[in-house]
């Protein structure tokens, strides 16, 4: 039991450049989150899902999008990277809002 | 909007004593509350809930937190601090009465603890 995986672990992108954030869970969660995590911040939401085909912005969406084919797959799309997006990404997962999230060890995305 | 408050970006305690993480947060009604912990270069990882049955909650490592609704607080305590306790931890409230579009879970800004030797 995998829990929630995350690839690439580190990326630097170019300003502009597009690139696919990838978040698989195998526990069978309806709901999917992602969330961004910069210094001293905290953690912003930037889209979820209550379940396949299912998708809602968070707090920070701009610059972003998500698809939700599947139960398992929850994948962030950067579209034109900018310094700004610069931070480390975290995607989680949750059986229904009354329980606790599980969050995959994150992406830490570098844009230059 | 439901805001957390986190007193204290750092808290550095000595091996052995007691650890005392504050968390406050804004809500006109009974939220459901969490606290995370993230060791460096991890994701995050639940340590203790409060589901609005019993008060006082027990997490793993010996962490424990008190729901206090009339102090809207949430304060997360150790007896006694060891070296692997060293790590960001987060409080977070989850909104259930949103509903819809707007729930989310907020989370606080963390808190840094340090032990020292």
């Known amino acids: 039991n995998a829990g929630v995986t995350q690839t690439p672990k580190f990326r630097i992108l170019k300003i502009g450049q597009s690139m696919t954030l990838q978040c698989t869970q195998d526990m069978n969660h309806n709901y999917m989150y992602w969330y961004r995590q910069d210094p001293g911040m905290g953690l912003k939401l930037i889209y979820y899902s209550v379940g396949a085909g299912i998708t809602d912005k968070g707090e920070v969406p701009n610059g972003y999008n998500v698809s939700r084919s599947t139960t398992e797959d929850f994948p962030l799309r950067l579209e034109l990277a900018a310094p700004s997006q610069t931070s480390v990404y975290f995607c989680a997962s949750s059986y229904s809002l009354r329980y606790e999230q599980y969050f995959g060890p994150g992406t830490r995305l570098t844009v230059t | 909007a439901q805001s957390v408050t986190q007193l204290g970006s750092h808290v550095s305690v000595s091996e052995g004593a007691l650890v005392l993480l504050r968390c406050n947060y804004s809500?006109?009604?009974?939220?459901?509350l969490f606290w995370y912990v993230q060791y460096p270069n991890q994701g995050l990882q639940l340590l203790l809930k409060?589901?609005?049955?019993?008060?006082l909650v027990k997490g793993i490592n010996g962490f424990e937190a008190e729901f206090k609704k009339s102090e809207t607080s949430f304060h997360l305590t150790k007896p006694s601090a060891h070296m692997s306790d060293a790590a960001e931890y987060f409080c977070?409230?989850?909104?259930?009465?949103?509903?819809?579009?707007?729930?989310?879970?907020?989370f606080g800004k963390g808190t840094l603890l340090t032990v020292n030797p």
């Open positions: 409060y589901t609005s049955a019993a008060t």
């Open positions: 809500s006109s009604v009974p939220p459901y």
């Open positions: 977070a409230v989850s909104d259930l009465y949103s509903g819809g579009s707007n729930y989310k879970l907020t």
